[in-house]
């Protein structure tokens, strides 16, 4: 967006017309073809969670979070109780519906209505959802809700500088890399400079035809392979929306 001169000669951002500030989400339910998002409830969720994340080898996928990995289902119970449950984060279980059990979690995050900004995060996908489609409807549905439903500017992910399958996930999904902040936090004991990546309003239209195409069941053989890739068709939207820019 090229910036314009004000009455004094300076530069600013563009006008923003009729702006409104889009309200904090508070959907249930969010339903897609391979699984939905249900707001957390420890007594239907928990157990099912954490017999999911009980499939892993190790602890790898707790390393980057700030909390985790548990050793029982009633310390896992006490965190989800004691964290879950709140509108800022708000949690979501993911549902596998061929089997109607969680199988991950994710949550809407540093919720600013006034300034049209919300970031997802505490993600959180058992092996059972690992390189499923699945994994990536549950992001397309959080975004389509953020954007077409409720009207945001700016959707952020923010994950920690040294965990690469946590970038790679978020620019194959078709956020575009802003920065690192360093030292931003202390997790764990370990120091954490913090990369930020965000997804615009402007960019989304081009952004969902690209995760409907991935989507389609007709982009899968029958062994279920891709037939196009998802960060290439993303690449493409994006590229789309900055040479118009």
């Not at 989800?80 to 949690?91: A, E, R």
């Not at 809407?108 to 990536?136: A, F």
Request: glycine share 6%.
């Amino acid at each position: 967006m090229k910036p314009v001169v004000n009455e004094l000669g300076q530069l600013i951002g563009p006008a923003v017309p009729n702006f409104t500030p889009p309200q904090p989400p508070t959907i249930s339910v969010m339903t897609g073809r391979t699984g939905r998002l249900e707001r957390v409830d420890p007594d239907r969720h928990a157990a099912d969670l954490h017999a999911a994340n009980s499939q892993a080898k190790d602890a790898r996928y707790w390393t980057y979070l700030p909390y985790g990995p548990f050793a029982s289902l009633a310390d896992y119970r006490a965190w989800m109780v004691k964290s879950c449950l709140g509108t800022d984060p708000l949690f979501y279980a993911v549902i596998d519906q061929a089997t109607d059990k969680a199988v991950g979690l994710a949550s809407y995050l540093r919720i600013d209505p006034k300034v049209s900004s919300i970031e997802v995060g505490h993600i959180n996908y058992s092996p059972l959802m690992q390189r499923t489609v699945l994994s990536t409807e549950a992001m397309f549905l959080m975004m389509s809700h953020v954007f077409d439903d409720l009207g945001y500017r700016r959707y952020e992910w923010k994950c920690n500088d040294l965990n690469e399958a946590s970038k790679a996930a978020a620019l194959r999904l078709g956020f575009s890399y802003e920065g690192t902040f360093r030292q931003m936090s202390v997790v764990k004991g370990h120091n954490r400079d913090t990369a930020w990546f965000s997804l615009l309003d402007r960019e989304w239209p081009a952004l969902k035809r690209a995760f409907q195409t991935w989507l389609d069941p007709k982009n899968f053989d029958d062994q279920g392979n891709q037939k196009q890739s998802l960060s290439r068709l993303t690449a493409a939207a994006i590229a789309q929306v900055q040479a118009a820019d």
